[in-house]
């Protein structure tokens, strides 16, 4: 077919091939991103299904406003600061919102700064566009630092794939640097509310609002299926990525708008956060107990403190995407590192989510990427 040039550059069709392979039947699979089945509100749900007044009417390409102006008090309470309604567009998926993003700000050559380690499906939304990638890293960005460019894409909390989370001071450094050099910074934060013990720093577009857009998402706590992004930045910026909502679909579904606007006032949902929360604490404490169990010494991993993943660093010498392909003969999956770095190195990387396997598979699991390891070394 005469698909247009960008097409070629828009997304990697090897990764997607990949991640299927490791939802064959019969592989423990620490691959998925996805939330678990056990963790999200069905019951709720189907409560609330038959008390919803079901609008089968388009909506404001920004959301309805109900539901905008729910967010904006939540919003407001949460980070005691003033939100309104018009800070806030819901997006179909905050996947949406990256998109969005792109297509209103990137022009063709400029410099787009993402984590050396990154949530690879936004350069996917990105691509398209045709910036320049200039990796850096969170952890290192001081406030004097010179980032010529455009924007800069960052994941705050429990971050996909590193399960790290920005610290607060290196957050005050992140917003001196793009005040500095009047940058675009998109906060994705679709992990923060699954925190395990303490909540994470306040968001950095606290400390940068005009120069942020924070994005976050109902996917990880009520269902992908909802498909639920909330953007919140400036009026003006707002308005703007409206502008390009209406051409992309017109308005996310009322449908699905409506019913998450009635489990966020459901005085249960509060229970259910509280409960997902020590669910993956629990998942989390259990794979972090078997990699030590298990692991030889020469393999590192981190310890996040909420989200779903964790990373794992093994010997220079060791191919993680060669490692892939054992693992699945031998029942496991995880996802290679080289798929989260923009110029395809850390070879010698890999993902593992603690959310879907149950606790007794999370131990077999990684005892057999262990010893698979451990046969290679
Ligand atoms: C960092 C990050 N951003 C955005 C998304 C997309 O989320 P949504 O389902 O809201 O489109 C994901 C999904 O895994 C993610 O990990």
């Known amino acids: 077919m005469n698909f247009a040039k960008r097409f ?49 009417q388009y909506t404001p390409t920004q959301g309805i406003k109900s539901l905008r102006e729910r967010l904006a008090k939540i919003y407001s309470d949460k980070w005691n600061s003033k939100i309104t309604p018009d800070q806030i567009l819901i997006t ?33 939304a990105f691509n398209a566009y045709e910036p320049k990638y ?25 971050q996909n794939p590193t399960g790290k989370t920005i610290s607060e001071i290196q957050r005050r450094n992140i917003a001196n640097a793009v005040i500095a050099k009047d940058l675009i910074l998109i906060e994705d934060d679709p992990y923060g509310e699954l925190f395990f013990s303490d909540c994470p720093p306040k968001p950095i577009a606290l400390l940068a609002p005009e120069n942020t857009i924070y994005l976050t998402s109902v996917s ?15 009026p003006e910026t707002i308005q703007a990525l409206t502008r390009a909502k209406t051409g992309m679909d017109l308005c996310t579904s009322g449908l699905l708008q409506q019913l998450a606007g ?26 972090l107990s078997a990699l030590k169990k298990h ?38 999956a995880f996802v290679p590192g080289y798929i989260f770095s923009p110029t395809g190195k850390l070879n010698n990387c890999l993902r593992l989510s603690f959310a879907s396997p149950t606790l007794a598979e999370i131990n077999t699991g990684i005892a057999t990427l262990a010893n698979l390891i451990k046969s290679n070394l």
Request: proline fraction near 5%; hydrophobic fraction near 40%; charged fraction near 25%.
């Open 262 to 287: 009635k489990i966020l006032i459901e005085p249960k949902y509060q229970d259910h956060l509280i409960r997902i929360r020590k669910f993956y604490a629990g998942k989390c404490g259990a794979m």
């Open 8 to 56: 070629k550059s828009i997304s990697d069709p090897t990764v997607s091939d990949l991640l299927k392979l490791t939802e064959s039947p019969g592989i423990i699979s620490f691959a998925g991103g996805t939330p678990s089945a056990d963790a999200l509100p069905y019951a709720l749900i189907k409560k609330i299904l038959p008390e919803l007044e079901i609008d089968l």
């Open 295 to 332: 692991m030889p010494d020469s393999v590192s991993w981190t310890k996040p403190e909420g989200g779903l993943f964790i990373w794992m660093e093994l010997p220079d010498k060791i191919d993680t995407a060669v490692l892939y392909k054992k693992a699945l003969t031998k029942g496991a």
């Open 134 to 158: 200039q990796s850096i890293s969170a952890e290192k960005i001081s406030g004097e630092e010179k980032l010529s460019g455009k924007l800069i894409y960052l994941v705050s909390n429990f």
């Open 92 to 124: 179909s998926g905050s996947q949406q919102a990256l998109d969005l993003i792109a297509k209103v700000f990137i022009n063709k050559g400029d410099k787009v700064f993402v984590e050396n380690l990154t949530y690879f499906v936004a350069l996917y």
């Open 220 to 234: 990880k706590i009520m269902g992908p299926a909802l498909r639920l992004g909330i953007a919140i930045s400036t």
